[in-house]
């Protein structure tokens, strides 16, 4: 299977703990994102990268949430001190950069990490 | 912030109907795309259309984009129940550079009744 994989598929942490989730972007895809999606919602963009490069993190949540992507290939998501309201789905997404003639942003989901906090 | 904004919230139809989603966003866009998210499982992507299309079509999806109303429709034609899923739109801000993330709506829920 050559699509986005995550790692795991469910998490059950208690308040306080870190957790830590990862993705595997398609093989030739440079660019990664992270979303969150809340029941009912569409899912909610947090980060990305470019290779190695963290091209845009204003939008995690708190300082509580860091990405990293350090050999430009697959990448950690960790979430530190949970709340219970940071349960939700966590879903990476990976994509080509832009290619003159091609669309911009034509993304591919894996299948999410869905964390539960008690 | 979620840009867009689907309507209907819920649709519930007879299998071999057509079901039609409306979508409206904010800001300038680079293109928009709709996404299917079965119950319990990661998104697909349908289709793109980009800002200067009018029109798209892809087997029985139909895509409409007006950008001087800032909405978009998909049409599914002959629905079946594997259709039964949530659609969302997703846009990308038509910023200079780098690829922003997308910004989704709420979704539509769509139950196809066999």
């Known amino acids: 299977d050559t699509g986005v994989s995550q790692d795991p598929r469910h998490k059950i942490t208690k308040r306080g703990q870190n957790v830590t989730f990862r993705c595997d972007p398609i093989?030739?895809?440079?660019?990664l994102y992270w979303y969150r999606q809340t029941l009912g919602q569409g899912p909610e963009f947090l980060t990305y990268?470019?290779?190695?490069?963290?091209?845009?993190k204003s939008r995690l949540l708190s300082d509580r949430f860091s990405a990293e992507r350090p050999k430009g290939s697959f990448s950690t998501l960790e979430i530190q001190r949970t709340e219970q309201g940071d349960s939700a789905m966590y879903l990476c997404?990976?994509?080509?950069?832009?290619?003159?003639?091609?669309?911009?942003?034509?993304?591919?989901f894996g299948p999410g990490t869905r964390l539960t906090v008690l | 912030s979620q840009q867009g904004e689907e309507d209907p919230q819920a649709l519930s139809i007879q299998e071999g109907e057509n079901a039609t989603m409306n979508c409206s966003y904010k800001?300038?866009?680079?293109?928009l795309q709709w996404y299917r998210q079965n119950s319990g499982r990661g998104l697909v992507h349908l289709i793109l259309?980009?800002?200067?299309?009018r029109e798209k079509h892809s087997g029985r999806l139909r895509v409409t984009l007006d950008t001087s109303k800032k909405s978009s429709s998909l049409l599914i034609t002959a629905s079946r129940a594997a259709d039964t899923a949530s659609y969302f739109c997703?846009?990308?801000?038509?910023?200079?550079?780098?690829?922003?993330?997308?910004?989704f709506g709420k979704g539509t829920h769509l139950i196809i009744q066999p």
């Open positions: 997703a846009t990308v801000a038509n910023s200079g550079g780098g690829a922003d993330g997308l910004t």
């Open positions: 259309i980009r800002s200067n299309e």
């Open positions: 093989s030739e895809h440079n660019r």
């Open positions: 800001t300038s866009i680079n293109n």
């Open positions: 997404a990976s994509s080509l950069a832009q290619v003159v003639g091609l669309a911009k942003n034509e993304q591919f």
């Open positions: 990268f470019q290779n190695e490069a963290q091209l845009e």
